[in-house]
């Protein structure tokens, strides 16, 4: 079997799995992360939930998801995001270093080469989403990287920066190119994620030092593709984050909290990860979990705005100030754990709150978050945001 090929074994698993055999493995994992949400919940001093506006919330959120027919077509329905069908043969899929092929050991031409191409984009893609913010206050004058005609800031800069990349023949998904100290180096990556405006895109070392570390990892344990660690996972939403987060420590977001034995567990890109794989693929294919609703609310730095815009989530005064005044806020700190862990935890009463409304609501905590951060960022667009997000830079969101 050559280094790339998917495992035989593991394939013939997900097979049995996507035609509904039953489940060899009925004992699924969880992944920690609602219960240690919970436990920060119940001792936090610096940020509370507040149920009324939590209610009212969930009243306007789903009356709003139901309107706009949410889904996870909304996801595909995002310009730069991935279609499996329009990868199939996308330039700078191909190998690094052999100028031909497909990924994942598939034969040229092979329809899988469009999913591999796809899983391999958005592990990529993954292994970068963190930390966008500018300290800039001019909006014009924040990184922003020109793609297709037009500026992409944030979290689509990233992944505009991505597309160009494969569009000029950078091999930027490509695991082996990853690990390819000549070939991959700093530079490369200052010019892959160049700006147009005179600020750079931040932690570029951190994140070229992700690549080369996830490129390790695959090398080591998933014959160089994303995809084998997909199918290790064998159909568990949990499984693959907690493969992720045992297996490569860029991922392992977890941090200690107030003195408790085990460290919090948040693993943000790991489950956006398999959540953006759910969302590509509609639930079938590489995005078959039968567990997703295990998967909980992304703890970035957008969704906790939007929650404190619209009164679920309040700070004591000090924090209150600390964010007003974009103080940075040091990751792994009391205040960020507290932060991060109490919107998730919001974000599920959000979400039970829905289902006990309306029962046959189509909606979990992936929906609801994806609906979240396209709201704010539409609120952003239009200078309607209220508050400022919260600043801390990290790895890790
Ligand atoms: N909780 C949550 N956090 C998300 C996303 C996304 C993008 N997801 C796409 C997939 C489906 C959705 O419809 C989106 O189109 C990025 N982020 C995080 O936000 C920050 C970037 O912010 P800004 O600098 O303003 O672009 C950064 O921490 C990034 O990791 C999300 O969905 N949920």
Redesign the pocket.
């Known amino acids: 079997m050559s280094d790339d090929e998917a495992d035989p074994e593991l394939l013939e698993l997900l097979r049995q799995h996507l035609q509904g055999k039953p489940n060899l493995r009925n004992d699924d994992p969880d992944t920690g992360v609602l219960e240690d949400a919970r436990y920060v919940y119940d001792n936090a001093i610096d940020v509370a939930v507040q149920m009324r506006a939590c209610k009212d919330a969930a009243a306007v959120l789903h009356a709003q998801m139901r309107a706009k027919e949410y889904s996870t077509a ?2 595909g329905a ?1 310009e730069l995001h991935p279609d499996p069908a329009a990868m199939q043969g996308s330039n700078g899929f191909r190998r690094h270093g052999d100028g031909g092929g497909a990924d994942a050991g598939e034969d040229e031409g092979d329809e899988e080469s469009g999913d591999a191409a796809t899983v391999a984009f958005i592990f990529t893609m993954d292994l970068l ?5 500018s300290a800039r206050k001019e909006p014009e004058r924040r990184f922003a990287v020109e793609y297709r005609g037009k500026r992409w800031t ?3 800069s990233m992944v505009a920066a991505l597309r160009r990349a494969l569009d000029e023949g950078i091999p930027i998904t490509d695991s082996h190119f990853w690990q390819d100290e000549e070939a991959c180096t700093l530079e490369v990556m200052k010019h892959v994620f160049r700006s147009c405006t005179d600020e750079e895109m931040p932690l570029l070392a951190e994140r070229l030092a992700c690549l080369r570390e996830a490129g390790q990892v695959l090398y080591e344990k998933y014959h160089c593709h994303p995809l084998n660690l997909v199918l290790a996972a064998n159909g568990s939403a949990a499984g693959l984050v907690n493969l992720l987060a045992e297996d490569f420590a860029c991922f392992r977001d977890e941090h200690p909290f107030e003195g408790r034995k085990r460290p919090v567990r948040i693993l943000k890109r790991a489950q ?1 990860f398999v959540a ?1 794989l759910w ?1 590509c693929f509609h639930g079938a294919g590489y995005g078959a979990f039968r567990d997703i609703d295990k998967i909980t ?2 703890a ?4 906790p705005q939007i929650l404190n815009s619209m009164g679920c989530l309040y700070y004591s005064p000090p924090l209150e100030t600390a964010i007003r005044t974009g103080r940075e806020i040091p990751s792994g700190s009391s205040w960020e754990v507290q932060l991060r862990a109490c919107s998730i935890w919001c974000v599920e009463l959000i979400l039970k709150e829905i289902r006990q409304s309306h029962p046959d609501a189509r909606v979990n905590a992936i929906l609801l ?2 609906f979240l ?2 709201t704010i ?1 539409e609120m ?1 667009a239009t200078g309607k945001e209220t508050v400022p997000h919260h600043r801390t830079r990290s790895i890790w ?1």
């Not at 989403?129 to 913010?133: K, R």
């Not at 970035?300 to 969704?303: G, T």
């Open positions: 909304s996801w995002h989403n963190f930390s966008f913010w944030g979290y689509w956006i953006d969302a609310m992304f970035d730095y957008r969704v978050d994806f951060y396209d960022k952003e969101y």
